[in-house]
Nanobody
């Protein structure tokens, strides 16, 4: 059974930083692209960042470029999202996801709440 467990969310003031972690079990972590998504109240879930299996390939949503950094440690089956210069509009539930063999994001974590106060 594949499981993704996020942690690291919380309440932070604008301009602050948080580091999210997502531990994956039940599959060969190093073989798949990992992504972070978020969903704010009343809005649809949106893409935040992704990192390829080989670590060198990363992509970001325009809204977070230059502020967020995605990374992974294949030895620890963990993907991270370092979030700096946080803004109130970054407030959302953040989810990590793992691509399946078909290229879609087939596996999802339960989410972790990030709240940025102004």
């Amino acid at each position: 059974q594949v499981q993704l467990v996020e942690s690291g969310g919380g309440l932070v003031e604008a301009g602050g930083s948080l580091r999210l972690s997502c531990v994956v079990s039940g599959r060969t972590f190093s073989s798949y692209t990992m992504g972070w998504f978020r969903q704010a109240p009343g809005k649809e879930r949106e893409f935040v960042a992704a990192i390829g299996w080989n670590v060198r390939s990363t992509s970001y949503a325009d809204a977070v470029k230059g502020r967020f950094t995605i990374s992974r440690d294949n030895a620890k089956n963990t993907v991270y999202l370092q979030m700096n210069s946080l803004k109130p509009e970054d407030t959302a539930i953040y989810y990590c996801a793992s691509q399946g063999t078909g290229g879609d994001y087939a596996y999802w974590g339960q989410g972790t709440q990030v709240t940025v106060s102004s």
